[in-house]
C-alpha cells in the first residue's frame, strides 16, 4: 500500500521533473517511439508477406504433389535446326506405373496436356491456356465452378466436343452472354460450353480480385485433346517454329493423408529418376515449399526483427545519453536529496523512473503508431498485413525494458556521487 | 580509541601526528552555548572525539581538522567563525553526517556515526539533522510545500501528518498564502525561510546552518537570524557557521576555528 503510493508520487515527480525540459524529453521519447513503432509494423509486414506466400502455395494444395514436364536445358542448346521436334516430359508411362504402384495411398492422379490451340467465337480470338485433362481436375486443384459442370468421365470415355472456360477467357469470348451452352472453335473443331469455372481467389490480393491470366483457361478431356491434336505441341517463336512433343505436361498427385505427401513425394522422385535420364521434369511439392516458406518467415522475423531492435537500441542509446546530461545538471539537487536524507536507493529509484516514464512514454505512442502503420500501408499500398498479439505486447515491454537499461548506468552514476562535492557543484 | 576511515582508507591513518594537538576538551572552558540563566545541559546532542579529517589531492594530504574534540549540548546556540581554511565547512560536513571524519569518534546523540553505514547515515540525516546552506538549495521543480517535505521523504517511516506540519511551519517562519509557489517564483529571504521550516520539518535534534544571511540583504539578514533566535528560544540546538562578525555574534558561544584546530571559544 505504501510502496505502491510511493511509486506513483515518483512517477508523478519524475514526470513533473521531465516536464522542465519539454523538447528534450520529447526529443529523447522519439527514438523509442520510432523503434516501437518500427518492430510492430515490420513484423507485421512480414507476417503478411509470409501469409501471403503460404496462402499461395496452399491454393497448390497443400495434399497434392504436382510433376511437371520441363524443357531439359541440353535439349535448347543442341537445337540448332530451325524446325526441330525435341521430346522430353513426363510420358503416359509414368502416369500408368504411379497409379499401379501408388494408388493406394493417392485419392487421385491427374494428367494435364497443354495444347497451343487458338480458341474463337465468331470474329473474336483468343490464345488461352488449352490444357487436356479429366473430371478430378476440379477436386484435385479445389477450383469451384461458376455456372454449368465439369469434364466428366464420359466425356473422356466419349472422347466429346465439350469445354470449359475460365472465367476471364468467358468474359473475353462472350462479352454479352452466358457462354454455357454456346459453342466455341478450338483450332478448327467445334465444341460445346458445358461450364465456367469461377476464378482463383488468391490471398495476395486483399480485395479479393482474381489475378489477371489465372483464369485464362480452357478445358477439354484428355482424350479428345489426344484424337484431335496429337501430341505434337508447335509454338511459333520470332520467325522459327519450336516443336515439342510432350505426352502430359502435368501430374497432380492427390495424396490420401497429409502425411504421407512427403514419403510419396520422395518414392515419386526416385521412380521417376529411374526412368527419366535428363531432368525434364520437376516435382513440385507445395507442403515442402510451405515449410520452406515458414523456415523463410522465421529468418525474415529474425532480420526485421533485428533492425527494428538496432532502432531501439539506439533509442536506449539517446536516453542514457540525456539522462547523463542530466545527472550532471542536476548533481547539486541530488547533493541536497542527500543531505537531506536520501539514501543511495531513492537517488536511483528517482533517475531510473525518469528514464522508465520517458521509454514507456515513447513505448506507449510507438505501440499505437505500430498499429497505425500496418492499417495505413494496408490501405495505402495493397500489401497484406498482419498484427500478431504478440508483437505490440513485445515491443512494449522492450520499450520498458530498455529504460530500465539504459537508465541503470546514469542512475548508479547519480547516487555513488559525494554528497559533498555534489552540494559544492555549481 | 579505534575508529573506521571509510572515506580515505588505512593510508590516512598513518597521516596522524602525535607531536601536535594539544588536549582539546580542556578549550571549551565550561561554556556551552546555552542561553544566560538555563539551566545545565541535560544532553549532548553532538560530540567529536579526537576527529581527524585528512584530504588526500593527488601526493599532497591536507589536514582540515586536527585532533578535534568537542560537544554541543542540547539547546545550545553556537557560531563558528574563521578563515577560509580553517576547517569550519569540514566541521559542518562532518556535523551533518554528509562527510565522515578519517579518524576520531562523531556521536550523534550518543550514537556512533562510524557504526553506521550509508544507508543508516541517511536515515539518520533525515530524522535528527537539519540543514540551512547560504543559497538556499531548493530543488526548483517542487513547490513549498513539497519542498518542506522532502526529508520526509525518505524515512523509512514518515510520519502520517506531515503535510499538516509543513503547512504550519511554512506559516510559522512566515510563508502564508505562499505554499503553493515554485522556488523561482519567491524572493531570496522567502526562499531561505522555506529551507528552515524544511530544516525543521523533522523535528531535528541539531539545526546547522552554513552561512544562512551569506546571500541575504541586511534587513532579511536580520529577519532571519530572529527567526533563528525564535528557534533557539524554542529548545532547538543551532550551529551556525559564518564569517560576519555581527551574525556570529548573535549566538550564545563563539568557536573561532584556525589550521583544523579551535582558536578560541568566546
Known amino acids: 500500500m505504501k510502496n505502491s503510493f510511493g511509486l506513483v508520487r515518483a512517477v508523478r515527480l519524475g514526470v513533473r521533473s521531465l516536464l522542465l525540459h519539454r523538447l528534450r524529453s520529447l526529443l529523447t521519447t522519439l527514438g523509442v517511439l520510432f523503434g516501437t513503432s518500427s518492430v510492430i509494423a515490420m513484423l507485421a509486414i512480414g507476417e503478411g508477406a509470409s501469409a501471403e506466400a503460404q496462402d499461395q502455395i496452399r491454393a497448390l494444395g497443400s495434399q497434392n504433389i504436382i510433376l511437371r514436364s520441363i524443357k531439359p536445358a541440353t535439349q535448347a542448346t543442341n537445337s540448332n535446326q530451325s524446325s526441330r521436334v525435341s521430346i522430353y516430359g513426363l510420358t503416359h508411362a509414368d502416369h500408368r506405373r504411379i497409379e499401379q504402384t501408388y494408388m493406394q495411398f493417392l485419392n487421385s492422379v491427374v494428367p494435364v496436356r497443354e495444347l497451343a490451340q487458338e480458341v474463337r467465337n465468331g470474329p473474336l480470338v483468343e490464345q488461352p491456356r488449352v490444357l487436356a485433362t479429366t473430371s478430378e481436375y476440379v477436386k484435385a486443384t479445389s477450383r469451384r465452378m461458376l455456372s454449368g459442370r465439369f469434364l466428366s468421365d464420359l466425356d473422356e470415355i466419349s472422347a466429346a466436343n465439350v469445354c470449359v472456360l475460365g472465367s476471364e477467357l468467358a468474359r473475353r469470348l462472350f462479352p454479352f452472354s452466358d457462354p454455357v451452352g454456346q459453342q466455341v472453335k478450338v483450332g478448327v473443331e467445334y465444341y460445346d460450353v458445358i461450364g465456367m469455372l469461377a476464378p482463383r481467389v488468391l490471398a495476395g490480393d486483399t480485395k479479393g480480385r482474381p489475378m489477371e491470366g489465372l483464369t485464362d483457361e480452357l478445358f477439354l478431356p484428355l482424350s479428345t485433346g489426344k484424337k484431335y491434336y496429337g501430341e505434337l505441341l508447335v509454338r511459333s517463336n520470332s520467325g522459327s517454329r519450336d516443336i515439342e512433343q510432350v505426352q502430359l505436361h502435368e501430374l497432380v498427385l492427390g495424396v490420401k493423408e497429409p502425411e504421407l505427401v512427403l514419403d510419396v513425394a520422395d518414392a515419386t522422385r526416385e521412380m521417376l529418376g529411374r526412368f527419366h535420364d535428363e531432368g525434364d521434369y520437376e516435382v513440385i511439392v507445395p507442403l515442402e515449399e510451405l515449410e520452406s516458406a515458414r523456415q523463410t518467415k522465421r529468418i525474415f522475423n529474425i532480420v526485421l526483427g533485428s533492425i527494428a531492435g538496432i532502432s531501439l537500441l539506439v533509442g536506449g542509446i539517446g536516453i542514457m545519453n540525456v539522462m547523463l546530461a542530466t545527472v550532471t545538471e542536476r548533481t547539486r539537487e541530488i547533493g541536497i536529496r542527500r543531505a537531506l536524507g536520501a539514501k543511495r536507493k531513492h537517488i536511483v529509484s528517482q533517475f531510473l523512473v525518469e528514464c522508465v516514464v520517458l521509454s514507456v512514454g515513447g513505448g506507449a505512442v510507438g505501440v499505437l503508431l505500430g498499429l497505425a502503420i500496418p492499417i495505413a500501408v494496408e490501405h495505402f499500398a495493397g500489401m497484406r498485413t498482419v498484427v500478431t498479439p504478440l508483437a505490440p505486447i513485445l515491443a512494449f515491454c522492450i520499450s520498458a525494458g530498455v529504460g530500465v537499461l539504459f537508465g541503470l548506468y546514469p542512475a548508479w552514476r547519480a547516487a555513488t556521487m559525494d554528497p559533498v562535492e555534489a552540494l559544492r557543484h555549481e | ?266
Not at chain 2, 589536514?63 to 545550545?76: C, K
Not at chain 2, 550514537?111 to 540551512?132: I, K, M, P, Q
Not at chain 2, 519542498?147 to 503535510?163: C, F, K, S, T
Not at chain 2, 506540519?165 to 515554485?182: F, N
Open chain 2, 1 to 266: 580509541m579505534e575508529t573506521a576511515e571509510p572515506a580515505l582508507g588505512p593510508g590516512a591513518a598513518s597521516n596522524e601526528r602525535p607531536e601536535a594537538a594539544p588536549p582539546a576538551v580542556t578549550v571549551q572552558q565550561g561554556i556551552t552555548g546555552l542561553p544566560a540563566g538555563a539551566p545545565p545541559a541535560s544532553q549532548i546532542v553532538a560530540s567529536l572525539d579526537e576527529v581527524q579529517k585528512v584530504y588526500s589531492t593527488g601526493a599532497i594530504d591536507v589536514t582540515a581538522l586536527e585532533s578535534f574534540s568537542f560537544d554541543f549540548a542540547a539547546g545550545s546556540y553556537w557560531s563558528i567563525m574563521g578563515s577560509s581554511g580553517s576547517g569550519k565547512s569540514t566541521l559542518l560536513n562532518i556535523l551533518g553526517c554528509i562527510d565522515r571524519p578519517t579518524s576520531g569518534r562523531y556521536l550523534v546523540r550518543g550514537e556512533d556515526t562510524a557504526a553506521l553505514d550509508d544507508d543508516a547515515l541517511s536515515e539518520l540525516r533525515s530524522r535528527h539533522l537539519g540543514f540551512v546552506f547560504q543559497s538556499y538549495n531548493l530543488i526548483p521543480q517542487l513547490d513549498v510545500i513539497e519542498n518542506i517535505l522532502v526529508p520526509l521523504l525518505y524515512q523509512d517511516d514518515p510520519p502520517a501528518d506531515g503535510e499538516e506540519r509543513a503547512r504550519m511551519l511554512a506559516e510559522r517562519v512566515g510563508l502564508t498564502g505562499r505554499t503553493h509557489h515554485r522556488p523561482r517564483e519567491l524572493s531570496g529571504g522567502q526562499q531561505q525561510r522555506v529551507a528552515i521550516a524544511r530544516a525543521l520539518i523533522n523535528n531535528p535534534a541539531l539545526i546547522l546552518a552554513d552561512e544562512a544571511t551569506g546571500n541575504l540583504d541586511s534587513t532579511t539578514a536580520l529577519e532571519i537570524l530572529a527567526l533563528f533566535d525564535e528557534l533557539n528560544a524554542e529548545g532547538k540546538t543551532i550551529v551556525m557557521v559564518t564569517h560576519e562578525k555581527e551574525v556570529g555574534e548573535r549566538a550564545h558561544a563563539l568557536l573561532r576555528l584556525k589550521d583544523g584546530r579551535v582558536e578560541s571559544v568566546e
